[in-house]
């Protein structure tokens, strides 16, 4: 490729890079329309034999009515002027019954503390905190809690719910698309015997996960099968595209982990989909760029306008110049007739070692663990959804670790069957020698798979963007 249309394909990735920084910067910078500190609630739930407290902390202007003097804050003068009110009001939006439907009582009072985090006690003059006691008759079985205390017209609204029962804790996260959530009852035994279940579950699923489409295997068995692959090979590369496919999801689990007390998991994500979108958008139009210079169909077309550009601005000796060079050696030649003979396409005619349309080692060049590398990762490159579904229940649930360690059973699956296809391929390669290797959709196929990860890339910013509320529908 000559010095033109590698001029041309720095300019074009240099805009497109910048117009990634670009909306990189405006997705980090800007600032949420709609969601805010201000539209959360937090509720601590204790739940006896015949009895559960409340202490939730909300935003005021949800009772803007008994706020008699405005200054955003309950009273306890005002909540007990107001106190039918309130618990008719409260009694209708925040429900708790059990499997028998009993009917229980609610009493509210107001409360001295705050469950608001410590980070955001500071800035705590627009909510007021309530006490309130549900009881019933008889001891309540199988509690199931419904909360709809949300500002009308927010749909970033959340309320964060610790509960409290048998010395179990179980977290909550209730939004408008989500107002209920049940108790989960069991003893700590039962608890600690449904462990191994867990592990081993996450396990079996990463292997049934790793059988479904993606994960890399269409590009990543053409390699093993049409190249002099080795067991270390297959190895390495199921090793390196589960990595891939599962590190977004440990660095959720660990930044949920150690900073679950000041950043709230449920926000943070869609900012780190977001970033993670972006960075996938960025690799997937690097791995087109490289993998369309390596295409004849488009080197030729580059090079035929390349020559017409070049005969535009010579004279006409120029022309008969380009034709007499392809019948000589190029020995003979001048530096500005070996230059010119560059411009046809007939370096990819030779056995394809400048530019490869395959997978490192398919068509016969040296095989380096760095491309093994750059194999793996591209094949596992898109976060892995199910994982995520794994982390992001234990964190509901307040066990953030324990979702650490299900991703990691989910990975070992996972690696375990990519693995094993992969050796699977090396061990009976032999059957495949009688089936074409260079057909036409081999060769597209990179450019395009490269092109698909860029736009998988786009629609999760775009997902992420509409969550964090920068764009609504």
Not at 8 to 24: A, D, Q
Request: aromatic fraction near 6%; hydrophobic fraction near 45%; glycine fraction near 8%.
């Amino acid at each position: 490729m000559n010095v033109v249309n590698r001029k041309w394909y720095r300019l074009l990735r240099l805009s497109l890079f910048s117009l990634l920084g670009s909306l990189l910067l405006w997705v980090v910078t800007a600032t949420p329309s709609q969601s805010h500190w201000a539209d959360l609630a937090v509720a601590e739930i204790r739940v006896a034999e015949t009895q559960a407290q409340i202490t939730l902390t909300f935003p005021t202007g949800l009772l803007a009515s008994a706020d008699d003097n405005q200054d955003k804050q309950l009273s306890p003068s005002e909540v007990a002027k107001h106190q039918t009110e309130i618990q008719r009001f409260l009694s209708d939006r925040i429900r708790l019954t059990d499997s028998q439907r009993q009917t229980s009582t609610l009493t509210v009072q107001p409360a001295d503390t705050t469950t608001l985090p410590s980070n955001l006690q500071a800035t705590a003059g627009t909510h007021s905190t309530l006490l309130l006691t549900y009881s019933w008759l008889r001891p309540i079985q199988g509690l199931k809690i419904y909360y709809d205390l949300f500002l009308p017209g927010i749909p970033t609204a959340r309320c964060l719910a610790t509960i409290f029962h048998q010395g179990q804790v179980q977290n909550a996260i209730f939004s408008p698309e989500n107002q209920e959530s049940a108790l989960i009852q069991g003893s700590p035994w039962q608890l600690a015997a449904s462990v191994p279940i867990a592990i081993a579950g996450a396990f079996l699923w990463g292997a049934m996960h790793a059988l479904t489409p993606g994960h890399g295997k269409t590009i990543v068995g053409a390699y093993l099968v049409g190249s002099r692959a080795t067991v270390q090979h297959a190895l390495f590369l199921g090793l390196t595209t589960t990595i891939a496919h599962t590190t977004g999801i440990f660095a959720l689990g660990l930044v949920a982990l150690f900073a679950s007390q000041f950043i709230l998991p449920e926000q943070l994500y869609p900012w780190l989909s977001a970033i993670s979108g972006l960075i996938v958008v960025g690799l997937g139009l690097n791995l087109f760029f490289s993998r369309m210079r390596g295409n004849q169909w488009f080197s030729r077309w580059s090079s035929r306008r390349s020559q017409k550009s070049a005969h535009h601005h010579l004279h006409g000796h120029a022309d008969e110049h380009h034709l007499h060079s392809h019948a000589h050696e190029h020995h003979l030649h001048s530096h500005q007739h070996e230059h010119e003979a560059d411009l046809a396409p007939h370096s990819h005619s030779q056995g394809g070692h400048t530019h490869s349309h395959l997978p490192p080692g398919a068509d016969g060049t040296p095989v380096t663990w760095r491309n093994l590398l750059a194999l793996g990762i591209s094949g596992g490159l898109l976060p892995c959804p199910s994982a995520l579904v794994l982390l992001l229940s234990a964190i509901a649930l307040g066990r953030v670790g324990f979702g650490v360690v299900l991703v990691l059973a989910f990975s070992l699956g996972l690696a375990g069957v990519l693995t094993g296809l992969g050796l699977l391929l090396v061990c009976t390669k032999r059957l495949f020698e009688g089936l074409p290797v260079q057909t036409q959709l081999t060769k597209v196929l990179p450019a395009l798979g490269a092109l698909g990860i860029a736009l998988l890339g786009a629609v999760i910013t775009v997902r992420a963007v509409m969550q964090i509320g920068l764009v609504t529908t």
